[in-house]
């Protein structure tokens, strides 16, 4: 597999290092299905299988009392539990529950939604007394993911990365960060999902660059939505380790396109809908009700669509059947790809946009592209491959990367230069935020002459659209007092905006700035200058990560000096412009100095510069994340619910255990050589023990604890046991009495060789050590035969007199002795070809024992 033989040479462990902290995992948490990848010193990066040893799971959860089902399982049981069951929670993550989004999430998903009291986003009631937050059901989802791949790894796994679509806002992210903090996960960082995609893409291509950029477009159509990515490759030489110079390969998205709501999803649901609109015709007569007011009926429906869908990507016409669909009636519907793409028409036309745009926005146009690689399941399906060929040109049409797996493997690749605990190939990714983050600012009061006290309001795009993410900003204020500033999206496209969400992200709050000032009353200060760090981090979240004043102050001398100036040589210092500046961290911040207009007397110059950290209290404003209190109540009852599926799962082994124990032994006490090595009450012991053990186990057993399983195991094993040794012993004594026999008879033969070819004065053994040996040998035979004579008169219904055991324990002491026997110098010169001629005997004797 190429990613195998990929990571074999870009990912080698620098050192060993601490089991605990070695391990990274990726999660691809896609609408429909999640994908996690593993690195590890040791093993190779690659897919983590779930319980079905299969390489990817549906993002699928069932919640039935106190059990949780996940995966396959859970999307079977959704018919039958729809309202506990919970599909493509991404869709609603957040979201506040009069979103355009909720709304079309609720015309699908038949889960009851209810607003969260105080931060207005979804909360599932899961029952008259329970309810579960999105973050918790995406917690439960991460965890179940963290569990499969500690279990590939045979160690604890905290750091992660996590893809997520490049057009998710301040919201969504955090609500993905505030899911994996309640999972116990630590995100190294979270990656765009096509972002990942052209990583992976470059990371098997190293050679295929060069300084010259290449562009390609990564068209990615999944369940929930689609986007497009126009990324450009090129290779730079850059300094390394003393004087050698190394090639790196920079990535860097210049544009991206997207579709929030044009997916597979949304392909199914037209058909769901369509199935149900024939059957209510087909039944118009019998029917009490219509199919769309049945839960149960429209989400077999939509399940039964998606696998319509995915036969008609192969074939012209498919044959959608479910018995007993509702009302007690069965459905059987006939239908053709043509009516399928009949019926789609609409969103076949949107397949383009995503490109379009994504060409728009970055500049270029479909003749600079050197390929669109296609990702995503979407894309299997022949009419959207049609349009996408007509939009590119098929010639620039590419599938030459893992549709399904290029994201995580990206991901975990990313995860790897991250930990610090792998080197890798340097691939230097540039990404970038879709939209633009300006900050609201409202100047410092004046009066006016009217005696009234007026601000002006400044808006300054800080962040602009298709910024680089891991980007600082400074601003610097001029005031004398506590202020605020707030963080909101910038003016947004009507189209964009239609599915945005909320634009208002937060207020910042700088605070200590008053009582700075008021130190320094009794001298003279220019007006002090409040310099904010802005960060757009790799996660793509903005914030205000600290805050400082400087403060410039005369001394008393210079003050009492400039107070009997004459007023005609000074000239009024205008005051700075209120607009605050924003510049790079990296650059320096303008600064704006009193003019002096009088060349005679200078005005003295200011002696004293302060600078001191101020305080950032952030109130969120548009969506508000899980506050601490409010993890630390998701996390007690999250691994409440953790301890029960751990006690339920071992309990469930136990059972398991069992019932497959009583079951091979069922078939054991037949067996013709078990009957040969037991007694009929024997025999009739353990079976009656067995047909207890079954009767109990459909019965009683159904509520038994785990340790009653357990115990009634081990009777059986008592059982069980003497009889399996006897069988066992029978099979494997013939091939040990051989063995041990052919030890003892090459020994002798090796002793008499050396005693037959070599005098006492040249060999390397005395005729003491070689005796001991041969006398060894002796009592190992001696104590054979005594054994092999009582075996035989032992019944097959007994315990074995003579091992394999004991056979391997007297070869051992053997080989033992013989290891052990010095190499005495010869008392003669012998030539150095007999010499070498003995060794090489001596040597084989070595191998033949």
Not at 475 to 501: C, H, Q, V, W
Not at 809 to 831: A, C, D, Q, V, Y
Request: with cysteine.
């Amino acid at each position: 597999m190429i990613y195998k033989f990929l990571v074999a040479i870009t990912l080698i462990a620098l050192h060993a290092l601490s089991v605990s902290e070695a391990a990274v995992m990726a999660i691809d948490y896609g609408t429909d299905w999640f994908k996690v990848a593993l690195v590890k010193p040791g093993i190779p990066l690659d897919i983590v299988l779930n319980r079905d040893s299969k390489r990817k799971t549906q993002a699928a959860l069932t919640i039935r009392g106190e059990e949780r089902i996940y995966g396959s399982d859970a999307v079977n049981l959704g018919a039958r539990f729809p309202l506990n069951t919970y599909f493509s929670v991404k869709k609603v993550l957040g979201r506040l529950v009069d979103d355009k989004i909720i709304k079309d999430y609720q015309s699908v998903f038949p889960n009851k939604i209810v607003p969260d009291p105080i931060r207005g986003t979804v909360v599932f009631q899961h029952n008259e007394t329970t309810t579960f937050s999105v973050e918790e059901l995406l917690a439960m989802q991460f965890a179940h993911a963290k569990e499969q791949a500690e279990a590939a790894a045979q160690e604890a796994i905290k750091d992660v990365v996590i893809t997520v679509p490049p057009y998710y806002n301040q919201f969504e992210r955090q609500a993905i960060l505030d899911a994996a903090d309640l999972a116990g996960l630590h995100v190294l960082t979270l990656i765009n999902d096509v972002t990942a995609v052209g990583l992976n893409y470059a990371i098997s291509r190293f050679t295929s660059f060069t300084e010259e950029p290449q562009y390609h477009m990564f068209y990615d159509m999944g369940a929930g939505s689609t986007k497009a990515s126009l990324i450009s490759f090129k290779t730079s030489n850059i300094k390394d380790v003393g004087r050698f110079n190394k090639t790196i390969i920079n990535l860097e998205v210049l544009s991206v396109g997207y579709d929030r709501t044009l997916g597979g999803q949304e392909f199914d649901i037209r058909l769901q809908r369509y199935f149900a609109e024939e059957f209510d015709k087909k039944f118009s007569g019998k029917l009490k009700s219509s199919i769309f007011t049945s839960e149960r009926a429209m989400t077999k429906l939509y399940k039964e669509a998606n696998r319509v869908k995915q036969i008609l990507s192969a074939n012209t016409d498919a044959i959608s059947s479910i018995e007993n669909l509702h009302e007690d009636l069965d459905f059987r519907f006939p239908i053709t790809r043509s009516k399928f793409e009949e019926i789609t028409a609409d969103l076949r036309k949107r397949v383009s946009g995503p490109i379009n745009n994504a060409l728009s926005n970055g500049k270029l146009t479909l003749a600079d592209l050197q390929s669109c690689v296609l990702v995503g399941g979407g894309v299997r399906v022949p009419s959207i491959q049609a349009e996408l060929k007509n939009t590119v040109g098929e010639e620039k049409i590419a599938q030459n990367v893992n549709g399904d797996e290029a994201a995580v493997f990206g991901a975990a690749f990313r995860g790897a230069g991250l930990s610090r605990q792998f080197k890798v190939k340097e691939i230097k990714v540039k990404d970038i935020t879709p939209y633009p983050i300006e900050v609201d600012y409202s100047s410092e009061p004046k009066k006016s002459e009217d005696g009234t006290s007026k601000s002006k309001v400044y808006h300054t795009v800080l962040f602009n659209e298709f910024t680089a993410v891991g980007t600082r900003k400074m601003m610097s204020f001029p005031r004398t007092s506590d202020f605020n500033f707030s963080l909101n999206y910038a003016k947004l496209d009507d189209e964009i905006a239609r599915d945005f969400g909320p634009t208002n992200i937060a207020i910042s709050k700088i605070t200590g700035l008053t009582d700075a000032i008021k130190q320094f009353n009794d001298v003279g200060v220019e007006r002090p200058k409040v310099k904010v760090t802005l960060q757009l981090s790799e996660s793509g979240l903005v914030s205000a990560t600290d805050a400082i004043v400087t403060i410039e102050q005369q001394s008393f001398a210079d003050k009492f000096k400039s107070f009997f100036k004459s007023e005609e040589s000074i000239k009024d210092v205008p005051l700075p412009d209120e607009t605050p500046n924003s510049v790079n961290a990296s650059e320096s911040t303008p600064e704006v100095n009193a003019t002096q207009t009088n060349d005679t007397e200078p005005i003295p110059k200011l002696t004293k510069i302060e600078t001191k950290n101020l305080s950032i209290e952030i109130e969120y404003v548009g969506i508000i994340p899980l506050g601490e209190n409010e993890k630390v109540v998701s996390i007690k009852r999250l691994r409440a619910m953790d301890a029960s599926d751990l006690q339920r799962r071992v309990r469930e082994e136990a059972r398991n255990n069992l019932e497959a124990f009583v079951y091979r032994v069922q078939d054991f006490i037949e067996n013709n050589e078990v009957i040969l090595v037991s007694t009929d009450n024997q025999r009739a012991e353990l079976k009656s023990k067995l047909s207890e053990t079954s009767d109990w186990l459909y019965e009683e057993g159904e509520k038994a604890e785990t340790e009653e399983f357990r115990m009634r195991l081990m009777s059986l094993k008592l059982l069980e046991q003497p009889i399996a040794f006897r069988r066992e012993e029978r099979d494997k004594l013939p091939g040990a009495i051989f063995t041990i026999k052919t030890a003892i008879n090459s020994t002798r033969a090796f002793i008499e060789e050396i005693k037959t070819n070599s005098t006492a004065e040249n060999r390397y053994y005395t005729d003491e050590e070689l005796n001991k040996l041969l006398n060894i040998v002796g009592k190992v035979e001696d104590w054979l035969n005594e054994k092999l004579v009582l075996q035989e008169k032992t019944p097959p219904h007994f315990d074995p007199i003579l091992t394999s055991i004991d056979i391997e324990n007297k070869l051992k002491g053997m080989e033992r002795e013989f290891l052990l026997l010095p190499i005495s110098k010869p008392t003669t010169t012998i030539s150095l070809e007999t010499k070498t001629k003995e060794t090489e005997q001596t040597k084989s004797k070595h191998d033949e024992l």
